[in-house]
């Protein structure tokens, strides 16, 4: 039976094929999400996954962000990313993860909807970071299905709150990965 925590898993282990081709003259290329540059992309999902860890143990989002305040990408960004993955699998790996109650700066959820909102998150902007980079654009298709069929009931949330960009105008005859993109506002 394939978890969340595999999803989380698959997601982190795309992510790193990513993060680990890209070369010295492309940390300052621009990604799809404005304002941020693929550094400041890998620095993003690397402090997401420094703070699963303290989340999953118990500490509230904004005492952990307090404690992760800056740029966390110093001296070696692979390595940083590296370390920070690995401590995130470990951490939703944990006999009842999925279930411990997490303390996000919107609410309490449950372990399993954080590390759904953390999957969705990791399969967007890996595609970011593969459109900013040149590399290969293909998600994993069960993990866009996973993501799709998660965003159907978050995306109302996410538009409001002004996280996501604008819905573009989705060919009818568009793929899984093209509805998943459109939906999070992504420019192809």
């Given at each position: 039976m394939?978890?969340?925590?595999?999803?989380?898993?698959?997601?982190?282990?795309?992510?790193?094929?990513?993060?680990?081709?890209?070369?010295?003259?492309?940390?300052?290329?621009?990604?799809?999400?404005?304002?941020?540059?693929?550094?400041?992309?890998?620095?993003?999902?690397?402090?997401?996954?420094?703070?699963?860890?303290?989340?999953?143990?118990?500490?509230a989002?904004?005492d952990?962000?307090?404690a992760?305040?800056?740029?966390?990408?110093?001296?070696?960004?692979?390595?940083?990313?590296?370390?920070?993955?690995?401590?995130?699998v470990?951490?939703f790996?944990?006999?009842?993860?999925?279930?411990?109650?997490?303390?996000l700066?919107?609410g309490?959820?449950?372990?399993?909807?954080?590390?759904?909102?953390?999957?969705?998150d990791?399969?967007?902007?890996?595609?970011?970071?593969?459109?900013?980079?040149?590399?290969?654009?293909?998600?994993?298709?069960?993990?866009?299905?996973v993501?799709?069929?998660?965003?159907?009931?978050?995306?109302?949330?996410?538009?409001?709150?002004?996280?996501?960009?604008?819905h573009?105008?989705?060919?009818?005859?568009?793929?899984?990965?093209?509805?998943?993109?459109?939906?999070?506002?992504?420019r192809?």
């Amino acid at each position: 039976m394939i978890t969340i925590t595999d999803h989380f898993r698959r997601a982190v282990d795309d992510m790193t094929d990513r993060v680990h081709a890209i070369r010295d003259d492309q940390w300052h290329r621009p990604t799809p999400c404005a304002g941020w540059d693929v550094r400041e992309l890998v620095d993003h999902v690397t402090m997401e996954n420094l703070q699963v860890p303290p989340l999953l143990a118990g500490l509230a989002a904004a005492d952990v962000a307090d404690a992760l305040d800056g740029a966390v990408l110093e001296g070696d960004p692979v390595a940083a990313w590296d370390a920070a993955a690995r401590a995130a699998v470990d951490a939703f790996s944990a006999p009842s993860a999925a279930d411990r109650s997490v303390h996000l700066p919107f609410g309490d959820v449950p372990g399993a909807e954080y590390a759904a909102e953390m999957v969705a998150d990791l399969v967007i902007h890996s595609w970011d970071l593969a459109r900013a980079t040149g590399a290969d654009e293909r998600l994993d298709p069960e993990l866009v299905d996973v993501v799709s069929a998660w965003f159907a009931a978050n995306e109302a949330a996410y538009r409001s709150g002004g996280l996501i960009g604008p819905h573009p105008r989705t060919p009818p005859d568009a793929d899984p990965q093209t509805r998943l993109l459109d939906a999070f506002g992504r420019r192809r």
